[in-house]
């Protein structure tokens, strides 16, 4: 079960969250939700025996692995799946309907139907290569990176969070209130949710790159 890997982050809030995998994944959408085999968690670079792993298919993600940490007083449920899907659907999107994402965008779509049902102070969507750092490309992710941006988001960071260029960025309605606006910083497309905002990395065709 090694692959590239991109990832869907939701940070949630301890007082309205109960910290249960199986009843968080399936709020986000997964179905058949099962326990990895102990094959698959090692090869993901787990080998704590107690260490909750689940895996599922999540609509147009397809197959997915999740996991949950508390970290920096905030509940992180991540959710891995298969870069080289997401690659495909970008490069159907180029040659069949060039100027337009009609395919990437459902991956868009069903981050954001997660980030209504789960209700994160912020969440991501990064679905960028990472070519400069080899856990990314050969293992399981950099959870350590997924997990060091609960430190932005416990500090209320905005501006730091937007500065990441992830390829989606979601900010509940509270967090929005900080961004501070800069035209560089401003120069993506957004879309309005009702209880925030999905903030693309860029304007346009490339708005996710």
Request: charged share 25%; aromatic share 10%.
């Amino acid at each position: 079960m090694q692959f590239r890997t991109i990832v869907s982050a939701f940070y949630l809030d301890p007082a309205t969250t109960v910290p249960d995998l199986a009843v968080l994944v399936r709020r986000a959408g997964v179905r058949d939700v099962r326990p990895l085999t102990n094959n698959d968690r090692i090869a993901l670079g787990f080998f704590e025996p107690g260490r909750e792993i689940l895996g599922g298919t999540w609509g147009v993600f397809h197959t997915t692995w999740a996991v949950l940490d508390l970290v920096e007083g905030l509940v992180c449920l991540q959710l891995y799946s298969p870069y080289v899907r997401f690659l495909d659907a970008s490069i159907r999107d180029s040659e069949n309907n060039p100027g337009g994402q009609d395919t990437t965008l459902a991956y868009v779509r069903t981050f954001g139907d997660a980030c209504l049902e789960l209700n994160p102070s912020a969440a991501f969507l990064d679905t960028r290569a990472h070519y400069e750092d080899r856990q990314w490309q050969d293992q399981e992710g950099n959870r350590d990176w997924v997990l060091g941006q609960a430190k932005l988001v416990a500090a209320d960071d905005v501006n730091a969070l937007a500065d990441e260029r992830v390829s989606v960025l979601y900010l509940s309605e509270p967090l929005t209130l900080r961004w501070n606006s800069d035209p560089v910083r401003d120069n993506r497309d957004i879309i309005e949710l009702p209880t925030g905002r999905l903030i693309f990395a860029w304007r346009g065709p490339a708005r996710m790159a």
